[in-house]
């Protein structure tokens, strides 16, 4: 248990369905990040939200989209997605000092496995 | 942007030292040293940061030499439950930007019993 939860654990959509991923941390971090795992490939950082300000977007397609209503929780929506997005969606979350990006230790959650059909 | 390279994988037995040696010859002045751990299907776990010399925690050890473009992660007396996937990231403890959080392939540990 990290403190990190994410809900559902599993997920499976066409991809005509809309859906939201949920992430919520119980630690008082600032920092907030939603990072993608397929299959045989390296993390993938999406997005950052720092005091729930997104300072970072890694050129994710739009059918991806935030949201971090508070320092607590964050969102990731889905809508026509494609087969090729099917993955593990990690939510992180750290405790940030500077108001930007650090490297203090981020604490992962368990992930949400999504199928896109 | 310090690049990492780590072993695609690695083979040990319990009982034994393992050590993880990850190249960074570009790290910057500012840049730590990060080591995560990652079991299948969960999310990657933090092991131990540091900057230079050598570091311990009660899971591991990170030695560092004095030119910094590698470093060593030494995990002592492993178990069956150490088989997981080890990144090593590289980056700035703050200030920096989101390139530095990238995690690469990282090394496949597995012990055998």
């Known amino acids: 248990e990290t403190g990190v939860t994410q809900t559902p654990r599993h997920l499976v959509m066409g991809m005509t369905n809309k859906k939201s991923l949920k992430c919520e941390q119980h630690?008082?971090?600032?920092?907030m990040y939603w990072y993608k795992q397929s299959a045989k490939k390296p993390l993938e950082l999406m997005f950052v939200?720092?005091?729930?300000?997104?300072?970072e977007n890694n050129s994710v397609p739009s059918r991806f989209s935030p949201e971090c209503p508070n320092s607590s929780h964050l969102f990731l929506h889905l809508h026509t997605l494609q087969p090729e997005d099917s993955a593990l969606y990690l939510c992180?979350?750290?405790?940030?000092?500077?108001?930007?990006?650090?490297?203090?230790?981020?604490?992962f959650g368990p992930g949400t496995r999504l199928t896109v059909l | 942007l310090a690049k990492t390279t780590q072993p695609i994988s690695m083979d040990s037995y319990e009982g034994q030292e393992v050590n993880i040696t990850c190249s960074h010859n570009?790290?910057?002045?500012?840049?730590?040293i990060t080591w995560y751990q990652q079991f299948p299907s969960q999310g990657p776990r933090f092991i131990i940061q540091?900057?230079?010399t050598k570091v311990t925690n009660e899971v591991a050890s990170l030695f560092i030499p004095a030119d910094r473009k590698s470093s060593t992660l030494s995990l002592p007396r492993v178990s069956l439950s150490d088989t997981a996937v080890y990144y090593c990231?590289?980056?700035?403890?703050?200030?920096?930007?989101?390139?530095?959080?990238?995690f690469g392939k990282g090394t496949h540990l597995i012990i055998q019993p």
């Open positions: 992180a979350s750290s405790q940030d000092s500077s108001g930007v990006i650090s490297y203090n230790e981020q604490f």
């Open positions: 630690l008082g971090h600032n920092a």
């Open positions: 939200y720092n005091f729930k300000e997104q300072t």
């Open positions: 570009n790290i910057a002045t500012n840049d730590y």
């Open positions: 540091g900057y230079k």
């Open positions: 990231l590289v980056g700035e403890h703050s200030g920096g930007g989101a390139d530095g959080l990238t």
